[in-house]
């Protein structure tokens, strides 16, 4: 009996002493485990230590009312998809999204934030007042479309022409006389209502203005250009040169005169949709000009690189070309056109007519167009009452505002050149 009590005394100390040893393995387990990871937070912790954050702009200026993106990155960290928080400053000024998107509110200056924790980069944004780039630019301006004779219910895109450059119908006003003959769109779209006549005027913010005439009929008849004409332009130009190419369709009441502009060598020069040309390295290139029902007229351009020509910059006289149009005298009206180049820049054209039974001896030029430093410059000038021995002269000035001899030619002559 004293010995089965011991066999079951001995036999409970065994199990106590494996459960005891049971438990210290466990705990070695967990401090192990503990200490791996508390290694590996650490580890983590010191690699976010030298994290660093960095946005795409130190500065920035914008203008009232556009935005744009700001792009900031997370370096030297081992998280995998770090968040940045975005803040600015002044949010009346500038206004910041949690994508990085900036939007300009009102003129100022103030710093746009991205964090990462306690880090973080900044970018100074300058919001500037919206400038009007139709007042900076546009000297003149011309609905080049002409005088439209529209189909009840029909309607046609105007062709507009500013010089120098090419700016955006938003930035032009559109108005009809009379909405209930003949609307025009902000577009510049006009559409035949009523059968009568309207005027449509387009004008620009700094008040140059310009006005055909669009006369809506009841006959369901399309009238097709016949042919095309370029006009107006230099043979040559010089890379990163501009010049605005002229064009005439007939019949003048053709009731569609929207034309296509390509260019056999884009990399030698490119046209706009407008007809503005645009010279990028030497070389030569055929210019076309398509009417929508296939009628073609081609002129060829030369681009001459004067970079390496020492002289380039040295002053030298204008040159001015001044002709009348193939098709003058229709009605006693006559187009002169006016091409003026010079490889220093032209600053202005001035220029006046006389009537025949004028007294005047000398032409004192009385209407000035700013050229604003083009090296081509291409116009055309309509006049009206025109009577033989009526007379046109023009004088062309560089950008040193150097004076070139003046020009004088019959308005009625078939062409004059100097």
């Known amino acids: 009996m004293y010995d089965n009590y011991n066999d079951d005394k001995s036999s409970i100390n065994k ?8 438990i210290i393995i466990c705990l070695i387990l967990i401090i192990i485990i503990l200490a791996i990871k508390g290694y590996s937070n650490n580890k983590k912790d010191n690699s976010d230590t030298n994290a660093t954050v960095v946005i795409n702009q130190k500065k920035l200026n914008l203008e009232v009312g556009k935005k744009t993106n700001l792009n900031a990155y997370v370096l030297n960290t081992n998280e995998e998809n770090p968040v940045i928080i975005w803040k600015s400053d002044n949010p009346e000024i500038v206004d910041v ?3 990085g998107i900036i939007i300009a509110n009102k003129e100022g200056t103030t710093i746009i934030r991205a964090s990462y924790g306690g880090i973080q980069a900044q970018c100074s944004v ?5 400038t009007s780039e139709i007042e900076d630019q546009i000297q003149s301006l011309k609905i080049i479309s002409g005088n439209i004779v529209l189909n009840k219910g029909q309607g046609i895109l105007l062709q507009i022409e500013t010089l120098p450059g090419k700016v955006e119908t938003e930035d032009l006003i559109f108005a009809s006389s009379d909405n209930s003959i003949a609307t025009v769109s902000e577009k510049g779209y006009v559409n035949g209502i009523n059968v009568g006549t309207t005027t449509i005027t387009v004008k620009t913010a700094s008040g140059l203005s310009d006005s055909i005439t669009v006369t809506v009929v009841e006959t369901v008849k399309n009238i097709d250009p016949t042919s095309v004409k370029i006009y107006g332009l230099s043979k040559e130009l010089i890379v990163g040169g501009t010049a605005n190419v002229l064009y005439d369709i007939l ?8 034309v296509i502009w390509s260019s056999s060598d884009p990399s030698i020069a490119s046209i706009s949709s407008s007809g503005v040309i645009t010279g990028h390295k030497a070389g030569s290139c055929v210019i076309t000009i398509t009417t929508y029902n ?6 060829t351009i030369i681009v001459k690189d004067i970079s390496g020509d020492s002289n380039k910059d040295n002053n030298k006289t204008p040159t001015l070309t001044i002709y009348t149009s193939p098709w003058a005298n229709q009605s006693s009206t006559s187009k002169v056109f006016v091409v003026a180049t010079s490889n220093v820049g032209l600053a202005k ?3 006046c007519r006389f009537k025949s039974s004028s007294n005047q001896n000398e032409c004192i030029p009385d209407i000035e167009i700013a050229i604003n430093n083009l090296t081509t410059y291409s116009n055309v000038l309509s006049f009206t009452d025109v009577t033989p021995n009526d007379i046109i002269c023009g004088i062309v000035y560089d950008k040193n505002n150097n004076y070139s001899n003046k020009i004088c030619i019959p308005i009625m002559s078939r062409a004059a050149l100097w």
């Open 15 to 22: 199990i106590k002493k494996i459960g005891l040893i049971a």
């Open 97 to 99: 999204t949690d994508d």
């Open 126 to 130: 300058t919001v500037t007042s919206k």
């Open 251 to 258: 019949p003048t009441n053709a009731t569609n005169k929207s």
């Open 294 to 299: 296939n009628i073609k007229d081609n002129y």
């Open 349 to 351: 054209f001035k220029y």
